[in-house]
């Protein structure tokens, strides 16, 4: 008997011997890798890459604040595209307390992804073209500025956690409420907070990963997803948002405009009242046989782009007809429900007349 207990303590002592070394080795981290920077060092080298933004919101449940990062030293500012852009004044607060205005350089709705322009040069950043990709069991920091708790120099609130599985969101639609459908790092640590969304998930070297997304329930567990974008989903949106795409027209811009250009009635499209500077674009009805009506447009339908124009309220999609010309093909990008979707009208030669 006493051999055996021996014998049975003996292994017990080994597995946690071995168990205790597994433990201690870094996950999914290769020897051959880079070393691990102490925590304090990694965060003290991302937190001046991080900002504070500041729009639209204020009520309850609709905070007026959200995360972002640097993506350029001229100020490009990578962030979420929400409601909290949907404001004439957007102020970007920098790590050193510093508070700039910023203009919406552009969107691309289909990854809920925005880039913002501030004033400034030699700001530190993260270079997108030197983001990574990971696999579950990386350990990660998230950093953002959850529940707004960082209102001026202070730093952005930092989230120590793993990866703890990559995989598409493509087979949860109808059960979380979002247009993206393509890859995500699902994260063992809550970051689905308000004002998180926008900021910076970043590896224990310091290196870029990835963009936290927005607050994202499930329908039928009624539990949040803490989820982040790779940055290999949003990079070329990003470079195409600063090369002209998916921007919203500013007023200095000079386009001629045709002799004849389109509106929204001809159409076929009835918006909703435009009882706010920045009313959102939708459908409010669809004139039977008419263009809109003959292509699949509903009502309810948010028009998001025209052609490759973000177009954020009525008054801009209505100004944004006027550089149309009347006999031209029209492509508008709809949400409808969580989908977005593409159409093409054309208006027929005896239409409008």
């Known amino acids: 008997m006493r051999a055996l207990l021996a014998s049975l303590t003996r292994r017990i002592l080994r597995g946690l011997v071995l168990f205790a070394a597994a433990a201690s080795a870094a996950p999914c981290e290769a020897a051959s890798g880079p070393a691990a920077l102490p925590v304090p060092e990694t965060i003290g080298q991302a937190q001046p890459k991080l900002v504070k933004v500041y729009g639209a919101g204020g009520l309850r449940g609709l905070e007026s604040y959200q995360s972002g990062f640097l993506v350029s030293a001229e100020g490009h500012v990578l962030t979420a595209w929400s409601y909290v852009l949907d404001s004439d004044v957007i102020t970007v607060t920098l790590n050193d307390g510093r508070k700039l205005e910023a203009k919406l350089l552009g969107a691309d709705p289909r990854l809920e992804v925005a880039v913002l322009k501030i004033e400034a040069t030699g700001l530190p950043h993260f270079e997108l073209g030197q983001a990574v990709e990971a696999d579950a069991g990386t350990r990660v920091l998230a950093l953002s500025n959850l529940f707004g708790v960082a209102m001026g120099s202070e730093a952005a609130s930092v989230q120590r956690g793993t990866i703890s599985v990559k995989t598409r969101l493509e087979a949860r639609r109808g059960v979380y409420e979002i247009p993206y459908d393509g890859p995500v790092y699902v994260l063992d640590v809550v970051?689905?907070?308000?004002?998180?969304?926008?900021?910076?998930?970043?590896?224990?070297?310091?290196?870029?990963?990835?963009?936290?997304?927005?607050?994202?329930?499930?329908?039928?567990?009624?539990?949040?997803?803490?989820?982040?974008?790779?940055?290999?989903?949003?990079?070329?949106?990003?470079?195409?948002?600063?090369?002209?795409?998916?921007?919203?027209?500013?007023?200095?811009?000079?386009?001629?405009?045709?002799?004849?250009?389109?509106?929204?009635?001809?159409?076929?499209?009835?918006?909703?009242?435009?009882?706010?500077?920045?009313?959102?674009?939708?459908?409010?009805?669809?004139?039977?046989?008419?263009?809109?009506?003959?292509?699949?447009?509903?009502?309810?339908?948010?028009?998001?782009?025209?052609?490759?124009?973000?177009?954020?309220?009525?008054?801009?999609?209505?100004?944004?007809?006027?550089?149309?010309?009347?006999?031209?093909?029209?492509?508008?990008?709809?949400?409808?429900?969580?989908?977005?979707?593409?159409?093409?009208?054309?208006?027929?030669?005896?239409?409008?007349?």
């Open 191 to 353: 970051t689905n907070n308000p004002g998180a969304a926008g900021g910076a998930l970043v590896t224990r070297h310091g290196e870029l990963l990835a963009m936290l997304g927005k607050e994202l329930r499930n329908s039928l567990s009624n539990t949040w997803l803490n989820y982040a974008i790779p940055i290999a989903q949003l990079r070329d949106s990003v470079e195409q948002i600063r090369a002209g795409k998916f921007v919203v027209r500013q007023a200095k811009e000079v386009a001629k405009k045709p002799a004849r250009w389109l509106t929204p009635a001809m159409l076929g499209i009835v918006l909703v009242p435009d009882v706010v500077e920045r009313t959102p674009p939708y459908v409010d009805a669809v004139v039977p046989n008419s263009p809109a009506a003959k292509a699949g447009l509903q009502p309810d339908d948010l028009v998001v782009l025209l052609g490759e124009r973000l177009v954020p309220s009525c008054k801009a999609l209505a100004g944004e007809l006027q550089y149309i010309d009347f006999e031209d093909k029209v492509r508008l990008t709809v949400l409808r429900g969580q989908q977005m979707l593409e159409f093409v009208l054309q208006v027929s030669p005896n239409d409008g007349k």
